[in-house]
């Protein structure tokens, strides 16, 4: 069974930064691609951050190209997601994903952590 739990969320002001991190457990994680995701109430959930399973791989959405990176741990089975000027459009639900295609897709996610950027 493959868990993921996101953590790191929280209330900062306009400008400020936080660190999500995503730990995996039960599963090959060097294996995955992973993905940050977020979800604002009333809209449709949006792809954030994509890193492949060597690290070497990634894309962001243009809302946050040059403000957030990700990154990843294979040693220490975790995913990251630094955020840094942060804006009140910023604010949602982050979730992590991890997905791998064996004969046919396989993905899994977090529960979501919150992040709220005040003005």
């Known amino acids: 069974q493959v868990q993921l739990i996101e953590s790191g969320g929280g209330l900062v002001q306009a400008g400020g930064s936080l660190r999500l991190s995503c730990s995996v457990s039960g599963g090959s994680f060097s294996r995955y691609t992973m993905a940050w995701f977020r979800q604002a109430p009333g809209r449709e959930r949006e792809r954030v951050a994509t890193?492949?399973?060597?690290?070497?791989?990634?894309s962001y959405s243009a809302s946050v190209t040059g403000r957030f990176t990700i990154s990843r741990d294979n040693a220490k089975n975790t995913m990251y997601l630094q955020m840094d000027m942060l804006k009140p459009d910023d604010t949602a639900a982050y979730y992590c994903?991890?997905?791998?295609?064996?004969?046919?897709?396989?993905?899994?996610w977090g529960q979501g952590t919150q992040v709220t950027v005040s003005a």
């Open positions: 994903q991890a997905s791998r295609i064996v004969l046919r897709r396989h993905e899994y």
């Open positions: 890193i492949d399973s060597s690290g070497n791989g990634i």
